[in-house]
């Protein structure tokens, strides 16, 4: 058994009655599928439950696991102290987890309680939860400031520590969305705020949550939002499985945005799994020279060299080239170059394949163990040229460069999840932290696809 089943969940205290006194009437969209949600989870009467929550015990280098054998809440900050949750905590599954991340040097465990008694992120969701199933233990793990990479690990811990004990486990990742959606709402209005609610709705209405790590710290900022890295967790905790994604319900009422989807594993992603387990034989030149070169600077920390009898167009040709890699179906890594800076297109995707591999910011570097589950595509861009609008794009022919100054973001054609050139720009301006609104250039070009 495993992570069975995640959820995608908001914490507004009012939702609960004797907090909202009457309130919780204009978010009863979101407790609807709450209770949808919970009625779900008491049918797959989970051993486990782990919950990441933004108001948890939080470190900046660190992920704080919630020690001991239970803890206790109320919503008495919430003028609301009648209302309280009780839990027991599932320890040996803490200690797992605690271990398997140690042994691993990552930054998670039980270390530096500060505050016993459980938040509001985690009680929320566990509010609805016990109203339809009580016979769980509970895992309740902070986020950090590490890295979206970091977070996604974290789940893939998670992941493995359920495995390798038995669990039947639901994850439950709670967060709410843009705090910045209405003039009138608490925290007032960011143009961000509904970009991003709109963007995370998709993305997760889809299950596509390779698209999750293209989100910029600055824009996750300027968006105001408090569950992208609970989000980033789920995505990790579900790395190579095959999902069903269903999106239940999103509204922002008060100025905030409150989204509830649901993910129920299927099985495994096995269809890449098994062509990556194929070896190289009848593989593509490009894509074989990129997993040549990435699998030997795994195995021996040293570039390799140029190898004899490559095709003509790759050692006399100059061009820019990207490498991807995906595990499971999920994106584990992407680097590539614009404008050809090695002497050949050889080299050129020698070296993007060993960045893509160990460089990319987004994820950790890889390990000697995945690479029989990489699955490799190689990019080879062609000429850019400027165009005056959007009207001469088209998101499946061609990629998108825009600029603004020295910034400058980089779309390629026809991936998956991104069906419009309004998506195609959005996307590629936030990754060159360019407003949505800032004047910018368009450039478009074609890539030969490698697979």
Not at 114 to 135: A, C, I, W
Not at 178 to 200: A, F, Q
Request: aromatic residues 8%; negative net charge.
């Amino acid at each position: 058994m495993s992570v069975e089943a995640a959820y995608m969940v908001p914490h507004p205290p009012l939702i609960v009655p004797a907090v909202g006194r009457g309130q919780e009437r204009a978010v009863s969209a979101t407790a609807e599928a709450y209770r949808m949600a919970a009625e779900e989870i008491a049918r797959l009467r989970p051993d486990t439950i782990v919950v990441t929550s933004p108001h948890a015990v939080m470190y900046r280098d660190y992920f704080h696991i919630s020690p001991g054998t239970g803890a206790s809440g109320d919503f008495g900050q919430f003028r609301a102290a009648q209302e309280k949750i009780d839990v027991r905590y599932d320890a040996e599954f803490t200690a797992r987890l605690e271990s398997l991340a140690g042994r691993d040097g990552f930054p998670a465990g039980t270390c530096g309680e500060r505050q016993k008694s459980l938040d509001h992120g985690t009680m929320v969701p566990l509010y609805f939860v016990n109203e339809q199933y009580k016979e769980y233990r509970l895992v309740r793990i902070g986020l950090s400031g590490l890295s979206l990479a970091g977070h996604y690990r974290l789940g893939e811990y998670i992941q493995k520590t359920a495995k390798r004990l038995g669990r039947k486990t639901v994850l439950l990742a709670s967060g709410d969305l843009s705090h910045y959606l209405k003039e009138e709402g608490p925290y007032g209005y960011r143009k961000e705020g509904p970009e991003y609610d709109r963007m995370i709705m998709d993305i997760m209405g889809e299950g596509d949550f390779a698209r999750l790590s293209d989100f910029s710290e600055e824009f996750l900022e300027k968006a105001g939002e408090c569950g992208h890295r609970s989000f980033m967790i789920m995505a990790g905790a579900l790395d190579g499985c095959a999902v069903e994604a269903r999106r239940l319900s999103y509204e922002g009422p008060f100025g905030v945005g409150y989204g509830i989807c649901s993910y129920h594993v299927t099985g495994r992603k096995a269809e890449e799994e098994e062509k990556a387990s194929e070896g190289q034989d009848g593989l593509d030149a490009y894509v074989r020279l990129a997993r040549q070169s990435l699998e030997t600077y795994i195995r021996t920390g040293r570039q390799m060299k140029l190898p004899a009898g490559l095709p003509e167009e790759m050692t006399e040709r100059r061009a820019g080239a990207f490498v991807s890699l995906k595990k499971g179906g999920a994106l584990r890594g992407c680097i590539g170059t614009i404008d050809g800076v090695h002497s050949s297109l050889a080299e050129e995707i020698m070296e993007n394949a060993v960045s893509a591999g160990v460089r990319d910011p987004r994820f950790p570097p890889v390990e000697k163990e995945e690479l029989a589950e990489l699955v490799y595509s190689v990019d080879v861009l062609g000429d850019t040229e400027e165009i005056q609008g959007p009207e001469e794009l088209d998101v499946k022919r061609y990629g998108v460069i825009v600029s603004r100054g020295w910034r400058r973001g980089l779309l390629l054609p026809n991936l998956e999840g991104v069906d419009t050139v309004e998506e195609q720009i959005a996307i590629a301006r936030q990754k060159a932290g360019i407003g949505e609104h800032e004047p910018v250039k368009l450039e478009r070009f074609e890539v030969v696809r490698h697979r």
